[in-house]
């Protein structure tokens, strides 16, 4: 088999659809029959050269000596009894990352990778311990999304409505990989899908916050908070000593001056960690910088228990104060525990 083998080839998804119209000029064919290759590719998510029908013989073989598809294969599915599906996906170079399918009564959510493990050192996440291997390409991302829509037009009779970047990695990390994939995911030539419908999750990268806001991009902003206080976060997600709180909120401002759009904080209550007043206090200041909400999130545990969900009266506690101000605040039961699919529980255990 010579998918095994070190492949010098070219991945053919990593060439513009000008390019890929070029190499046909080249070759002394019409630039035409680059659309319909990349159609094949994007449009069709064709994983293989052999299956592009309407190309002959010889324009095949042509392909098949110049370029490779990396395409992803979907290893193992698991299914939760809530419905929830975990692929474990399986790259081109061996390794492996994981995407899940939550189904609700009204839509169906894709929840993808970015990276291989993570480069961040979040305490409460299992992804953090698997360190970051590499970033995903484009295409990786996009097959992800991809074989999700398959699935949940299979599983659920309709097509995929939402997707989150809240899979392995921090997509701000792998910012130009992410863009390019959300290209083709809302391009008419690929899914089609609304950028409205997609929602890019970081732990806070003030810098990258600002570059998205300049870029325009029209994809949803989520930002996993956890704690308003610069101690306890610092504990938590220990990356926020050289991103601080102050420096967040202003690159939240300034996104949102840009782009009008609001933002979606994510925050776990722990036992013990910051389930108190002041903890409260200072979450319900910061939802005053910005229009937000705040989706409170179930603790999925991963250890041994230095982490534990707060009581419902702790968390009672947050919902009363936000509301009270006129914050929006859902409690977001979490989904697919049974079988490791649940926020921060993705790290490959297969
Ligand atoms: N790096 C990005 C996206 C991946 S994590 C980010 O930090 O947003 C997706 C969400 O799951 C984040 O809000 C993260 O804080 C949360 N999360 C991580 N581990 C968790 C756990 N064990 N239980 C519940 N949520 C968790």
Redesign the pocket.
Known sequence: MTENKPNKKKDIRALTKEQLRDFFVEQGDKAFRGNQVYEWLWGKGAHSFEGMTNLSKATRTLLETHFVINHIRVDQMQRSADGTIKNAVRLHDGLVVESVLIPTATRTTACVS?QVG?S?N?K????ARLKRMRNLNPDEIYDQVVAIDNESRLYHNHPLSNIV???????LMNYNNVTKAIAMITSPEGLGMSPKRITV????VPKMIKKMADDAVRFQL???L?SAIDEVRTKIMPFNENFPLADLKESLQYWYAKTQSRITY?Y?VWKGINDKKKDIDALVKFCMYVPCKVNL??????DDGE?QQASSESVTNYINALEKRNIVVNVRR?RGKDIDA????LANKT
């Open positions: 970015s993570c961040l979040c409460f996440c299992a992804t970047f809240m899979g392995m990695g921090e997509p999750s970081t732990s806070g989520a930002v996993s956890h994510e776990v999130i179930e603790y999925n545990p991963i982490f979490s649940a926020c921060g529980q």
